[in-house]
């Protein structure tokens, strides 16, 4: 079992930055690949980053590339994202998620483990 608790959201204008978090506990947090999604009311969840098992792989969706930066803290039990130069189209829920495959996957169905979300609002 592994419990995930986000915080970092919050209101911020357009152009601006938020640093997003997830503390692990439980099982052993270096045996999971990790992934931040997000989701709009109505909408389905999407992949937004996510990190291999040995932290040395990332993939990002196209709409965040060059902007956010997924990275985690093995001493902590941490995964973090960076988002940059917020746009008012990541409003959203932001989710953390633990996976016992080791390679990150797309597939948000091989995420065994989630947290309750964060809520990220930016304004125009």
């Known amino acids: 079992q592994v419990q995930l608790v986000e915080s970092g959201g919050g209101l911020v204008q357009a152009g601006g930055s938020l640093r997003l978090s997830c503390a692990a506990s439980g099982r052993t947090f270096s045996s999971y690949s990790m992934g931040w999604f997000r989701q709009v009311s109505g909408k389905e969840r999407e992949s937004v980053a996510r990190i291999t098992l040995s932290g040395r792989n990332t993939y990002y969706a196209d709409s965040v590339k060059g902007r956010f930066t997924i990275s985690r803290d093995y001493a902590t039990n941490t995964v973090f994202l960076q988002m940059n130069n917020l746009k008012p189209e990541d409003t959203a829920v932001y989710y953390c998620?633990?996976?016992?495959?080791?390679?990150?996957?797309?597939?948000?169905?091989?995420?065994?483990?989630w947290g309750q979300g964060t809520q990220v609002t930016v304004s125009s």
């Open positions: 998620a633990a996976s016992p495959a080791g390679y990150a996957p797309y597939d948000l169905s091989k995420y065994d483990y």
